[in-house]
């Protein structure tokens, strides 16, 4: 599955760190900014999605390049 969970993945990622002093105030802007990208209100984003995020940060990837960074890190972050 090629999608990043916002609750599942991010949760995990901040329980796994040392280092966890996110302020409210950055974990608020994460999540606007995953709710952004997240045009379908799935909970999640797909490859599209996370495409058209990086584009807005002037990151182009092809198709299948954003396919296996999404395979890479879902695998990365489940494993966590």
Request: glycine share 2%; charged share 30%.
């Amino acid at each position: 599955d090629t999608t990043v969970k916002y609750a599942e993945d991010i949760e995990r990622i901040m329980a796994s760190t040392t280092d966890t002093s996110l302020t409210d105030e950055e974990l608020a802007e994460m999540q606007t900014t995953f709710k952004h990208f997240d045009k379908d209100k799935s909970g999640s984003l797909a490859v599209h999605e996370v495409m058209a995020a990086l584009r807005a940060v002037d990151v182009e990837l092809e198709m299948e390049q954003a396919e296996a960074l999404m395979a890479s890190t879902t695998k990365t972050i489940h494993h966590l």
